[in-house]
């Protein structure tokens, strides 16, 4: 007779039809595992600033509340250097793993796509401001119709601009099987000056 605590056990099967599913679920997951290790990167590397005392403390509490440095703006392009760099990243794997596999769709002459988007300021400003707001509203906080109100209200703009004919990839790819990438130029501002 044979011991049953020493039999081997069985392998464990999933299911054909479930593992598109485990794999979107995983896909996600080490998007947002990205997308957090970035966090954490931008947050390890901000100074910390230390309040120096001042003699007068009574007075210098109200002083300082009024000329209290507004936040740092998360915007993409009001970024520079390092801090570009990171967020750029962050943002790319977001586009990357999430954003076009599930959103990519064709590309054709009335949708295209350049696969050097971050060489794009528009299309980079653009899927900066949409995964901005698909951090906001796809947290639990805030509530169940936070994901329709992304699609709504962001996703659906901003594919609309961004896969326009006449968008910021309007000399770029316009068939999978021709790729292509040019950087419109954009207007010259308008000289400004004391000539007369």
């Known amino acids: ?11 464990f099967r999933v299911p054909d ?3 598109d599913d485990l794999a979107s679920t995983l896909a996600k997951t080490m998007a947002e595992v990205r997308q957090h290790g970035a966090i954490l990167d931008r947050l390890g590397s901000e100074p910390v600033s230390t309040p120096q005392p001042t003699a007068d403390t009574s007075t210098a509490g109200a002083a300082s509340a009024d000329k209290a440095d507004p936040p740092a ?8 250097g390092e801090a570009y760099a990171v967020e750029l990243a962050a943002l790319s794997d977001w586009v990357n793993y999430l954003f076009l596999p599930v959103y990519g769709r064709e590309i054709s ?5 350049c696969d ?11 899927l900066h401001a949409l995964w901005l707001a698909w951090q906001q509203l796809t947290d639990a906080e805030t509530g169940l119709s936070g994901p329709s109100t ?18 910021p990839f309007a000399a770029c790819t316009t068939s999978p099987t ?13 000289p400004t000056g004391a000539t007369q």
């Open 109 to 113: 002459t009335t949708r295209p796509w």
């Open 73 to 80: 703006s998360v915007f993409i392009l009001a970024l520079g």
């Open 178 to 190: 021709r790729p292509n990438h040019r950087v419109l130029a954009t207007p010259a501002p308008e």
């Open 116 to 126: 050097q988007w971050h060489e794009h300021p528009e299309a980079v400003a653009r």
């Open 17 to 19: 039809s479930d593992l």
């Open 150 to 167: 992304w699609h709504r209200d962001h996703l659906d703009q901003a594919l609309v601009h961004l896969r326009a004919p006449d968008g």
């Open 1 to 11: 007779m044979s011991d049953p605590s020493k039999a081997t056990p069985e392998p």
